[in-house]
């Protein structure tokens, strides 16, 4: 990856200045910057929690492709988020706002600036709906996993896991409802939890069993999908790696309440993806192995699990459950937070039913309060459908992972139209720009095929993959409301007035 450059504070002194910088594009301050560029990259770090997202995906991958693909797969898949990263936080330093994408798509474009920035911001807004009921969803079931190795004769069901989910996620709208300044420590805290977590998982792993693969292991493929092609299965099995690297964006939507936001914002993106990428190597190689019985495991309810109980026995598994049960909250908390920012920026451009109550800050706490419970609202309807059926669950929130990454395409592929005529802000990739957006745009192109090609055979009612149908369904929503009556009345984002006259109505 090239090294990036910035630009000289004292050539350009207006360059690092946040509020000059907001004001410019046309909007007040209206939330508060006590984000610093530690927090802004423990935000998107968070969320992409690679305790919480291979111990989530570990099982999936163990059937397609198994070690081979689970190492090397991530390796080359978290080689191309980097270049997905990288051309993000270019736009971001261009264009930081807690509208992030969909605002740095309508500014991007050259011509139909309201449509794309419409529909670049619905599949943001679906996708990072959709993240925090997963993860949610996925801490209850860790949760219950836990309960039911401490106590043998409790038996999770459906209905205690919708429940458990919406406990978590109202605790986690309660968490933002009080002051960026407690999500920001909590954040803070969240990234030691996982490293911590992560030294510990690693190194018990490694000291306390008596016998571990051969690092030849690492190449054992499997294909246990029901598909006669392994090279089918393998491919599959990249999604493991795809289905963690979400949620990076988080980073370019704490804009507003971030310091020197045109270089920590881009700095968050792709330090985030970095250290992920490599702790998640520690983690994987640590688990794969740890690997006894393989049948066993793969075949197990929660496949790391079982690995932590045969290797470390009973007891010691599930004090490293916690650990990982911890790292899904903290996930699921700055999902929530990421996902109420840009539900504030989008209601302050008009673009969502109601959206004068959406984009209302708390004269108390400088937050975005009713976007907080709008968001928390809109994930309990998603986990809803749980309580009838685990399909439908997944053919709602299947969406997440689609929406997030074609969301994260279109300002960059809208940059890459627009060639010399983008204007870079002090982050930028210089003549490495052009070349990593194409990587970048074409990896997304070619996984988000993946995502929605069937994942297990003989494909019935509960196996078929529902994402097509969910991202459809989203889609022909968008795009009837739009030619109904939005694109008479949504041209992409507001100028609120000149520089000078938005400086006015800033929120002191």
Known sequence: ??????????????????????HAMGYPRKLTRRFKAFDNFAISFT?????SG??????????????RILVFGWIGVSVMVLFIGAAMAEVASAYPTSGALYFSAGKLAKRHKGAWSWFTGWLNF???????????YAAATFVQAFVALQWPSYRPT???TVLITALIIVVQGLANTYTVQLVAVLNRISVWWLLVGLVVIV?????????????????????NTGFTSGLYGGMLGLLVTSWTFTGFDGSFHMSEETVRATVNAPRGITRAIGYSAVTGLILMLALVLSIRDYGHVAAADAPPVQILIDALGLGTAKALLLIVI????????????SNTRQIFAFSRDGAMPGSRWWHSVSPRTRTPVKAVWLAVACSLALVLPGWWSHTAFTAIVSVNVVGLFLAYAVPILLRLRLGDEFQPGPWHLGRWGRPVGIVAVTWIALSSVLFMLPQASPITVGSFNYAPVALAVVLLVATLWWFATARRRFRGPVSYGRPDEVAAMDLI
Not at 1 to 22: F, G, K, Y
Not at 203 to 223: E, G, I, M, Q
């Open 126 to 136: 679906v996708g990072q709906v959709g993240g925090t009921a997963a993860t949610g």
């Open 158 to 160: 459906a209905h205690q």
């Open 54 to 67: 291979i111990f989530s995906s570990f099982g999936f991958g163990m059937n397609a492709g198994g070690p």
């Open 326 to 337: 911890g790292a899904m909250l903290f996930c699921g908390l700055a999902n929530l937070t």
């Open 1 to 22: 990856m090239p090294e990036r450059t910035t630009v000289d504070a004292e050539a350009d002194p207006n360059a690092l200045d946040d509020d000059a910088t907001l």
């Open 47 to 51: 969320i992409i929690n690679i305790i």
């Open 203 to 223: 190194t018990a792993l490694v000291a306390v069993p008596d016998h571990h693969r051969p690092a030849s292991f690492v190449t054992h493929f499997a294909n």
